[in-house]
Each structure stands twice: as C-alpha cells, then as structure tokens.
C-alpha cells in the first residue's frame, strides 16, 4: 500500500468504520451466608451463555438505578443494596437482532441482594444460578469480567 493509499485509510476510511463502544450497566449481585460469598449468574437469551444482569441505560434512571432494573427484569433480585460507584467495567461484542455486531463497554455494579423472587419478568426465558465467585470466573467468557469475580 502506498504512503499516500495508506494515509488516507488512517485518517478517513478507518474512523469512519470504527465505531464508538455503545455503553451498557450490570448488577453483580451477590449474598454472604454461613457457606460464604455467592454470586447470581443467568443465562443469556440468545446464546445461553453465563453472564451477570445487564442491559442499555434507561431515561429517567441512572447507571446503578438501571442496572437494578436489570437484575429485577432478568434474576428476580426484587431487594438489594447496589454500590453507587462502579466497581469496574468489560468489554464484549453485542449481536444485534439485526445480525450486525457492536463493540460494548458494560459499567458493573455491586449489589448485596437481600431478597429475590421467582416470579420475575424473565423467568421462563433464563436460568439463574448462585455459585461461588471462583465458579462464576470460571462460567463467564469476558477476562474483565472474571477479574472482578476474582477480586470479590
């Protein structure tokens, strides 16, 4: 490629097809009992994979305000004290229904369930399962996300 081709593809082409991460917040909900730490993982819709509650910021609701939300719509976490201030974040690559796959930056956010139900908006749709973090590192694809579940 030519000094003049490649130029051109650094400072036009390349910025245009780079897309910004769009930004999504999470709940890592976890409870302390005599068995010690656990951690709420559920299943994806699309995939079935492990992941932590998460989903697209919300008009009239901040980051750790819809990141509750989430973990309501998606484990039942009806009770809970979130931490106002991320405790780290991760990146993954979100499929679209469209097909079409968009870096994402998810914000995550503690939070000490106190009380879950089992009638949530997504029950039949998702599994959900309290292990121990270092099972939960071990469940979920992201290494940022297995970092956090480490450093509980």
């Known amino acids: ?33 005599k068995g010690g730490k656990k951690v709420l993982l559920v299943t994806s819709r699309g995939t079935g994979r492990w992941i932590i509650p998460k989903g697209w910021p919300m008009d009239g609701k901040n980051a750790p305000e819809a990141a509750m939300q989430e973990a ?6 009806r ?21 079409l796959r968009v870096p994402v930056e998810t914000l995550v956010y503690k939070v000490e369930v106190s009380e879950t139900r089992d009638d949530f908006p997504e029950a039949g749709e998702r599994e959900r399962r309290w292990v121990t973090p270092e099972q939960a590192s071990n469940m979920v694809r992201e290494p940022q996300l297995q970092a956090l579940f480490r450093e509980m």
Do not use: F, H
């Open 1 to 33: 490629m030519s000094n003049a081709l490649r130029k051109l593809w650094e400072e036009y082409v390349r910025p245009i097809l780079q897309r910004p991460k769009r930004l999504q917040v999470a709940a890592l909900c976890y409870r302390t009992s």
């Open 72 to 77: 309501w719509e998606e484990a039942g976490v």
């Open 79 to 99: 009770e809970g004290q979130i931490d106002g201030k991320a405790i780290g974040c991760y990146a993954y690559n979100k499929e679209l229904k469209t097909g």
